[in-house]
């Protein structure tokens, strides 16, 4: 049992009674649990070919936080309905609907985002900086120029649901988990990892001219590996891959590069690769990055002291 303290109150972990009450506490924490610039559009209506596969996706985020936009297809699941089997399915289902008829989804996400106060303000202003006409141009762009990516919203996956969706699927999926804690007095808490949290960039200061700006997710195509001299040798080299790297699921099909950060006493950038294949490593949530070609060595990349440094 998960428990959350606090001076005045005690939290027990309690479970969703549905998919509804879920998908509601996800309306009331999607500001926190997306962040500012994503458009959570809790919309249910049918997408695929008429006589063909269709579905129903349990919503839709856009994400307007980059110098592109991206879409990512939600399925919000229980980890009480058997989720390795179901979350699978549903995912497959979707894919195949999506591009069996974008067109039909480019309507849903208009029809959502004209039916949603603020968002058609929001995604007009994006646009408008960004290189599209209009709302329209960029909800056609979203639909056909983006590959299909989803996003599973659940309250507690099985330990290995990543690794099961990994190597299910070669498009992107993200797993974000919202957990539901109550006290005696029945007051609500959740508990969650804001989305790609761990990838954004901005350091917080009290001067805007010391403030970093946030990474741009979608330029991002190179991840860089920590590496001490004998497995840099033996495995970088020697095997010309890398094992057990974190990656989100969304970023790992546009993963170009990696290269290899020498440890101490080098402490710096040495050597890049092209990226062949990404594939899970065993039975965990992390990959294995097998190379092209040998990797290549490059005028060293120091370390800077007191600078930013993200793995992801």
Same mark, same amino acid.
């Given at each position: 049992?998960?428990?959350?303290?606090?001076?005045?109150?005690?939290?027990?972990?309690?479970?969703?009674?549905?998919?509804?009450?879920?998908?509601?506490?996800?309306?009331?924490?999607?500001?926190?649990?997306?962040?500012?610039?994503?458009?959570?559009?809790?919309?249910?209506?049918?997408?695929?070919?008429?006589?063909?596969?269709?579905?129903?996706?349990?919503?839709?985020?856009?994400?307007?936080?980059?110098?592109?936009?991206?879409?990512?297809?939600?399925?919000?699941?229980?980890?009480?309905?058997?989720?390795?089997?179901?979350?699978?399915?549903?995912?497959?289902? #979707?894919?195949?609907? !999506?591009?069996? @008829?974008?067109?039909?989804?480019?309507?849903? +996400?208009?029809?959502?985002? *004209?039916? &949603?106060?603020?968002?058609?303000?929001?995604?007009?202003?994006?646009?408008?900086?960004?290189?599209?006409?209009?709302?329209?141009?960029?909800?056609?762009?979203?639909?056909?120029?983006?590959?299909?990516?989803?996003?599973?919203?659940?309250?507690?996956?099985?330990?290995?649901?990543?690794?099961?969706?990994?190597?299910?699927?070669?498009?992107?999926?993200?797993?974000?988990?919202?957990?539901?804690?109550?006290?005696?007095?029945?007051?609500?808490?959740?508990?969650?990892?804001?989305?790609?949290?761990?990838?954004?960039?901005?350091?917080?200061?009290?001067?805007?001219?010391?403030?970093?700006?946030?990474?741009?997710?979608?330029?991002?195509?190179?991840?860089?590996?920590?590496?001490?001299?004998?497995? #840099?040798?033996?495995? !970088?080299?020697? @095997?010309?891959?890398?094992?057990?790297?974190? +990656?989100?699921?969304?970023? *790992?099909? &546009?993963?170009?590069?990696?290269?290899?950060?020498?440890?101490?006493?080098?402490?710096?950038?040495?050597?890049?690769?092209?990226?062949?294949?990404?594939?899970?490593?065993?039975?965990?949530?992390?990959?294995?990055?097998?190379?092209?070609?040998?990797?290549?060595?490059?005028?060293?990349?120091?370390?800077?002291?007191?600078?930013?440094?993200?793995?992801?």
């Amino acid at each position: 049992m998960t428990l959350l303290w606090t001076p005045r109150n005690t939290y027990q972990q309690v479970e969703y009674q549905s998919e509804q009450e879920l998908e509601s506490a996800i309306q009331q924490v999607k500001t926190e649990l997306f962040g500012q610039g994503r458009l959570y559009l809790d919309v249910k209506k049918k997408i695929g070919k008429v006589g063909g596969q269709r579905n129903i996706p349990d919503g839709y985020l856009i994400d307007l936080t980059g110098s592109k936009p991206k879409l990512y297809v939600v399925e919000v699941e229980l980890g009480s309905h058997d989720p390795l089997r179901h979350v699978a399915v549903q995912i497959l289902q #979707f894919s195949l609907s !999506f591009e069996a @008829e974008p067109l039909l989804v480019k309507k849903v +996400l208009a029809e959502a985002i *004209r039916g &949603q106060g603020s968002a058609v303000e929001i995604c007009e202003r994006y646009a408008a900086t960004h290189e599209f006409r209009n709302l329209d141009h960029m909800l056609e762009w979203l639909v056909s120029e983006t590959p299909f990516t989803a996003l599973v919203v659940i309250d507690e996956p099985p330990d290995n649901l990543e690794n099961v969706l990994a190597k299910k699927f070669q498009f992107g999926v993200e797993l974000v988990e919202l957990r539901k804690y109550q006290n005696a007095a029945e007051d609500v808490a959740y508990r969650f990892e804001p989305f790609l949290s761990d990838l954004e960039n901005t350091v917080e200061s009290d001067s805007p001219r010391t403030r970093r700006p946030r990474s741009d997710l979608s330029e991002i195509d190179t991840v860089v590996v920590p590496a001490r001299d004998e497995g #840099f040798e033996q495995v !970088f080299i020697g @095997e010309q891959c890398w094992h057990a790297v974190r +990656l989100h699921g969304s970023m *790992r099909p &546009q993963i170009k590069h990696i290269a290899a950060y020498r440890v101490a006493p080098t402490s710096a950038i040495t050597h890049v690769a092209e990226v062949r294949a990404i594939e899970p490593w065993k039975d965990t949530s992390k990959f294995v990055l097998y190379f092209r070609e040998p990797a290549k060595p490059i005028e060293p990349i120091p370390f800077v002291k007191g600078g930013h440094l993200k793995s992801f």
